[in-house]
C-alpha cells in the first residue's frame, strides 16, 4: 500500500463547476496535509495547508481533512481553465523525519 | 513568503559534462533540502535529502557517486550530475522547508532546472 495514493484521472469537470480531489494516507499518526499544484513544464506550488480535522477555505479553494478516515481532499469552486494541471496530495508521516511524502498527482482538466 | 532560488532554470551540454545546480532558500534557513527529478508525464522522485554540514541521505536506487550533493550553509545546496549523459536528461527540482518554525511546515519548491545532455 503506497503511503499517500491519489486517483490519476485524468479528472474532467465543466468550467463553473466544483472539482473534487480526493486523497488517502496510510499513516495514522499523520499531521500535517498539503495540497500542491503542478503546472505542465512547471515545479509544484502549494496551495493549501491542512493539520485539523474539518475544512479550511482560502478563496476558491477548500481543503478537508478527516485524519479518522485517513483522507483529506481539495475542493475547487467555480472551476477556471486556468485551474487545469496536475495536483499533488502531500502528507508529513510519523515515519518521513524531515521530508513530505507526496501523492503521484491527478490531473485536472476543465472543459471550457 | 518562503521562496526557493534554483538556478540555472536550463541546462543544454555534452555527454561527459558535469553539471552544477544551484538552490538557495532567500528569505528563510533550511537545515534540509530536498532534491527531485521528474521525467516527463511522471511523478516527481525525491532523489535524496541534503543536510547541513553532514551527508546527503540518497533515496535507493541513486547513485551518490553520479549525484553529488553540497550542503554547506542554511540557505545553499547544490547538485552536481557528474559526467552526465543523455539518459540524465530530466527536470531537476529543489525544495525547502524553514528550519525555525518547527517540524509541521511546507516545502517550497525551486522553479527547477531543465537538463538536457546531447
Known amino acids: 500500500q503506497k503511503e499517500v495514493e491519489q486517483n490519476s484521472g485524468p479528472l474532467s469537470v465543466p468550467e463553473g463547476a466544483i472539482a473534487s480531489l480526493n486523497c488517502t494516507y496510510s499513516?495514522?499518526?499523520?499531521?500535517?496535509f498539503f495540497w500542491y499544484r503542478q503546472y505542465s513544464g512547471k515545479s509544484p506550488e502549494l496551495i493549501m495547508s491542512?493539520?485539523?480535522?474539518g475544512d479550511k477555505e482560502d478563496g476558491r479553494f477548500t481543503a478537508q481533512l478527516n485524519k479518522a478516515s485517513q483522507y483529506v481532499s481539495l475542493l475547487i469552486r467555480d472551476s477556471q481553465p486556468s485551474d487545469s494541471a496536475t495536483y499533488l496530495c502531500?502528507?508529513?508521516?510519523?515515519?518521513?523525519?524531515?521530508?513530505?511524502?507526496f501523492g503521484s498527482g491527478t490531473r485536472l482538466s476543465i472543459r471550457p | 513568503g518562503a521562496v526557493v532560488s534554483q538556478h540555472p532554470s536550463r541546462v543544454i551540454c555534452k555527454s561527459g559534462t558535469s553539471v552544477k545546480i544551484e538552490c538557495r532558500s532567500l528569505?528563510?534557513?533550511?537545515?534540509?533540502m530536498f532534491w527531485y527529478r521528474q521525467f516527463p508525464k511522471q511523478s516527481l522522485m525525491l532523489m535524496a535529502t541534503s543536510n547541513e554540514g553532514s551527508k546527503a541521505t540518497y533515496e535507493q536506487g541513486v547513485e551518490k557517486d553520479k549525484f553529488l550533493i553540497n550542503h554547506a550553509s542554511l540557505t545553499l545546496s547544490t547538485l552536481t550530475v557528474t559526467s552526465a549523459h543523455p539518459e540524465d536528461s530530466s527536470f531537476y527540482i529543489c525544495?525547502?522547508?524553514?528550519?525555525?518554525?518547527?517540524?509541521?511546515?511546507?516545502?517550497?519548491f525551486g522553479d527547477g532546472t531543465r537538463l538536457s545532455i546531447l
Open positions: 491542512i493539520y485539523s480535522n
Open positions: 525544495s525547502a522547508r524553514d528550519s525555525d518554525r518547527g517540524g509541521n511546515q511546507p516545502q517550497h
Open positions: 528569505d528563510f534557513q533550511a537545515t534540509t
Open positions: 499513516d495514522r499518526g499523520s499531521q500535517s
Open positions: 502531500a502528507v508529513k508521516t510519523t515515519s518521513s523525519a524531515s521530508k513530505i511524502i
